[in-house]
């Protein structure tokens, strides 16, 4: 019998929906058939007064934010970055958190903002490219990928509205470019899922980005090489993290490190830690001799 058909007692079928011809897109079949357990969407399980907090009462909720990612592109790609800080208030709540995921083989995501609710929105997007590829034979363009995501952000609007923003910025390498100077792509992103391209080659969200920002005006430059670029992001990082209290800077005695990922023709690679602390050491001498940067 097809599953999509009624059974005795009229009820249809509980694995119609696996069935139906839907989009090559997870994030459409969850929302149709379990909505609430898309990112940003309230429990129906909250009690009113639960739910009276959420809403902007006398009482919300105080969760962990992340902070500061930084973006660069360079003669061989993009380079994203993001230092390890979470906070919640003014208490750090974790020391070595990850904000910088690999989505597939040509993008990655940083992320800002409420960060179960960032985490989560990253986990389901990382899933629903896997699930096109896999449905589709072909990976999504990179302007599919940004464009899925900003769904995602406008999804959220909701929770944004009741103080749970997530601000994620997406970069890519786009294998479909003519020229490969001009390959690597920043896509910035609104609470409200409007999507933005960045054309100076940089950016940076979250509390520290001012900083960070102000950093690579300075110091980058598109046409640098790889090895360039990420040590001018670990620089814009420093930076934010000296004048901005919920970025972390290095942790030397713990021995943790901004998490950075760079996309070039040859796909998307997490540097290693043993890079990055050779290059934050380099950094922290110099600022040593200079502290002023």
């Not at 969407?41 to 009462?57: D, F, K, T, V």
């Not at 929105?121 to 302007?143: A, Q």
């Not at 940089?202 to 790889?226: E, I, T, W």
Request: hydrophobic residues 40%; contains cysteine.
């Amino acid at each position: 019998m097809d599953p999509r058909l009624p059974v005795t007692g009229g009820n249809p079928g509980r694995l119609g929906p696996f069935f139906s011809p839907e989009p090559a897109s997870f994030t459409d079949f969850v929302a149709a058939t379990a909505p609430h357990l898309l990112p940003g969407r309230m429990p129906e399980a909250l009690s009113g007064a639960q739910a009276g907090s959420l809403g902007g009462g006398s009482a919300p909720l105080d969760v962990p934010h992340g902070t500061t990612i930084v973006a660069l592109i360079c003669a061989d790609g993009v380079v994203i970055a993001g230092d390890r800080r979470a906070t919640s208030g003014n208490v750090i709540a974790q020391r070595d958190i990850e904000k910088v995921f690999i989505t597939d083989s040509y993008s990655a995501v940083g992320i800002a903002g409420s960060a179960g609710i960032a985490l989560e929105m990253v986990r389901l997007f990382t899933v629903d490219l896997e699930h096109y590829e896999k449905i589709e034979g072909v990976s999504l363009s990179l302007d599919g990928k940004a464009n899925k995501l900003a769904g995602m952000v406008r999804q959220n609007l909701g929770a944004a509205m009741q103080g749970f923003v997530v601000v994620p910025l997406f970069v890519g390498y786009d294998t479909d470019a003519t020229d490969p100077a001009k390959a690597g792509r920043i896509v910035t992103y609104d609470a409200t899922g409007g999507r933005y391209g960045e054309w100076l080659g940089y950016h940076s969200v979250g509390s520290g980005s001012v900083f960070a920002k102000s950093s690579l005006k300075k110091l980058h430059d598109p046409a640098n090489d790889l090895a360039t670029t990420v040590r001018t992001a670990i620089e814009a990082l420093y930076d934010a993290a000296d004048d901005d209290t919920a970025t972390g800077g290095p942790d030397m005695v713990r021995r943790i490190y901004p998490v950075v990922v760079s996309i070039t023709a040859d796909g998307a690679e997490r540097r290693s830690d043993e890079e990055i602390a050779t290059i934050v050491d380099q950094v922290v001498a110099g600022r040593a001799e200079k502290p002023g940067g």
